[in-house]
């Protein structure tokens, strides 16, 4: 059973940063294509980057240039470096796992964190 377990939400202001972290419990790790995804209240569950076990990345076009995903192999670890925030970034931001290479909907993903909940003010 892989476990996720996502650290480092917040709150802050617009135009603060944020550095999401998510720590998986499997020794596999490196094979995994790793997931943000986040919800707000009342709106659909989004993917938010993507990165998978040769590095390639996608990012959706609403923090593009803001948010930079990042793993660490040896570490189990995945980051979500989240600059230049706002107020529309507010939302529960959880974290993902697959073995597919370029998963885009949520049910693509077989393992979840709980999520971190991120809350920017205007």
């Known amino acids: 059973q892989v476990q996720l377990v996502e650290s480092g939400g917040g709150f802050t202001q617009t135009g603060g940063s944020l550095r999401l972290s998510c720590a998986a419990s499997i020794r596999t790790f490196s094979s995994l294509t790793m997931g943000w995804f986040r919800q707000a209240p009342g709106k659909e569950r989004e993917l938010v980057a993507r990165?998978?076990?040769?590095?390639?990345?996608y990012y959706a076009d609403s923090v593009k240039g803001r948010f930079t995903i990042s793993r660490d192999n040896a570490k189990n670890t995945v980051y979500l470096e989240m600059n230049g925030l706002k107020p529309e970034d507010t939302a529960v931001y959880f974290c993902?796992?697959?073995?597919?290479?370029?998963?885009?909907?949520?049910?693509?993903?077989?393992?979840w964190g709980q999520g971190t909940q991120v809350t920017v003010s205007s």
């Open positions: 993902a796992a697959t073995l597919r290479l370029v998963p885009t909907r949520s049910l693509e993903y077989d393992y």
């Open positions: 990165m998978n076990r040769f590095g390639t990345t």
